[in-house]
């Protein structure tokens, strides 16, 4: 499998991003990998520096995402949650069929492999409040906070 991979600092860290030549197969943060850069890469960083800057909403880049059925059908749901705003666990479970997915819904949540673009930190508790993020609540908080004050100004 052909992998080329592109590091960046951004605001919340170390982030890695990955493509398979043809899409983004992964965007992962605190670690930074040796590889070789492609247009896909660098496409894939500019646009995440721009959502960091504040200037861009929505992501252009393909995205190739390896899951199961059920996995892919609750990504695709995150990416129609729209930009400064939020969903709960529930609500991405109703859209899939009812409230008894929640917890398959945080599963499959937990195992996004194209962070920030797949925006998986905008999913939150029924009571509003900030549960689990694999790269830590603080890092959710600041990306909801940053989308928070862009969509105002927007």
Not at 9 to 17: A, D, I, L, R
Not at 79 to 106: C, H, N, Q
């Amino acid at each position: 499998m052909y992998i080329c991979v592109q590091n960046f600092e951004s605001p919340v860290g170390n982030m890695t991003v990955k493509s398979n030549g043809s899409a983004i197969t992964e965007i992962s943060l605190g670690k930074f990998e040796d590889g070789i850069k492609d247009n896909l890469t660098e496409k894939a960083v500019n646009e995440l520096k721009r959502y960091f800057d504040g200037t861009l909403t929505e992501f252009t880049f393909p995205i190739e995402l390896s899951g199961t059925d059920f996995q892919k059908k609750v990504w695709k749901i995150l990416t129609e949650i729209p930009y400064g705003e939020t969903y709960s666990y529930g609500d991405v479970a109703e859209r899939l069929g009812g409230k008894r997915y929640s917890r398959a819904v945080g599963g499959a949540v937990n195992k996004n492999p194209v962070l920030i673009a797949i925006p998986c930190h905008r999913v939150i508790g029924a009571d509003g409040s900030l549960t689990g993020f694999a790269c830590g609540l603080s890092v959710k908080k600041h990306l909801l906070n940053l989308e928070k004050e862009n969509a105002v100004q927007k």
